[in-house]
């Protein structure tokens, strides 16, 4: 073997173990947050509560943590870490999670203004983009008026994870447990014991460390794993641009499960949309399927937590996911051609591209959550 192709075996092994030890954070940060979440005692959970406890308020709550973090993945695996602490109850956190459907399609919007200089380009640039955001809000649109009716979601996630109770499916958690308890363990007595600080605070200091170990940690595993096979994703969708809706959709779903992360396996698609390579037609099946692929994170991490509670919210994102595909692939001509109204706005005034990723994913989330705090004081 030359010593170019030593160097590069052991640049990937050099990744390998560190996307092992990124895991093993991943893991940690969601063991941490939930003993810090119980540290915190029931006024920290009661006001969380009520700060989620309007379905619009939660909605816009996930729409901006989302858009702000770039990562649904992010938002939901706290909602679900939340919820198995007992922070957060899964009615409230049901709307969370559909906001965050919607605040993770920011990154396509953002991807698609590389071509703002070139108006057909952007044109269909901004419309691929914008199908998955279509799509969300569509989706919520119709499934959240239901699910706050009759909870078909919530009850149906608690049928689902009863049974995997039943089974003894959620004893997977135990080893991760074994593994970090002994390092949750330390930083309690190094804050409590070592630095006598009270466990409220020390549960405070935590839940920040924690939050932070989380997003730093599934930032660099996306990174990772991006890095490892983003040349063959590339070479995949060269050779499979003529791929049928069926192949398209597992593609998008299989790939967003490993890469955990639907914003890298959309953005990837958006250049080619705008070039002209592929259409907004082939490729809405292949954001559907990103956009269930990408339950995989949160519903390994609550397998993790061990929580029955953190199990029923991954869940419900899932179903969530597939009950919106089941609706509007059959009526797929509504969002894709909403879709291209925009993108066809956009090319001709970029100042509307602006002002909608501005009104939709921040300003309008911040005047919601300010009107609930400070005008109806909730």
């Known amino acids: 073997m030359t010593e170019a192709g030593v160097r590069e075996k052991l ?13 093993f954070l991943f893991l940690f940060s969601i063991k941490l947050m939930s003993s810090s979440l119980k540290m915190l005692g029931g006024d920290v959970a009661a006001s969380i509560v009520r700060a989620t406890d309007t379905p619009l308020v939660g909605l816009f709550i996930g729409i901006l943590a989302t858009s702000l973090v770039q990562s649904s993945s992010v938002t939901t695996v706290t909602v679900a870490v939340m919820t198995g602490a007992g922070a957060l109850s899964v009615r409230n956190a049901v709307p969370v999670i559909m906001g965050a459907n919607i605040g993770t399609t920011v990154t396509n919007i953002l991807v698609s203004l590389v071509h703002v200089t070139r108006r057909d380009e952007f044109n269909r640039a901004f419309g691929g983009a914008i199908v998955h955001d279509v799509f969300n809000v569509l989706a919520v649109a119709v499934l959240l008026p239901v699910e706050l009716a009759t909870h078909f979601l919530e009850r149906s996630a608690m049928r689902v994870t009863a049974g995997l109770e039943g089974v003894g499916g959620l004893k997977i958690a135990d080893p991760v447990k074994f593994i970090v308890r002994p390092f949750i363990e330390v930083a309690k007595r190094v804050l409590i014991d070592g630095m006598g600080l009270p466990e409220r605070i020390s549960g405070a200091i935590l839940l920040g460390v924690s939050v932070i170990g989380l997003f730093v940690s599934l930032y660099l595993i996306v990174k990772l794993i991006r890095s490892l096979i983003i040349e063959t994703l590339e070479q995949f969708f060269n050779r499979r641009l003529f791929m049928n809706a069926l192949f398209f959709f597992f593609t998008g779903l299989c790939i967003t499960a490993i890469v955990q992360s639907s914003s890298v396996t959309t953005s990837l698609v958006v250049p080619l949309i705008g070039a002209g390579v592929l259409t ?5 099946p292949y954001m559907l399927g990103a956009n269930i692929g990408t339950t995989v994170t949160a519903l390994l991490a609550a397998l993790a937590s061990g929580e029955a509670a953190a199990v029923t919210v991954a869940l419900t994102h899932f179903l969530f996911n597939v009950s919106g595909t089941c609706i509007f692939y059959p009526l797929r001509f509504l969002p894709i051609s909403l879709a291209k109204a925009l993108g066809e706005r956009a090319a001709e005034s970029k100042l509307f591209a602006l002002l909608y990723l501005a009104l939709i994913f921040f300003f309008l989330p911040f005047v919601v959550l300010f009107l609930q705090k400070y005008v109806f004081g909730r």
Do not use: D, M, P
């Not at 640049?11 to 895991?23: D, E, N, T, V």
């Open 11 to 23: 640049l990937i092994a050099s990744r390998i173990l560190r996307l092992a030890f990124f895991l």
């Open 280 to 284: 907004i037609e082939r490729v809405f």
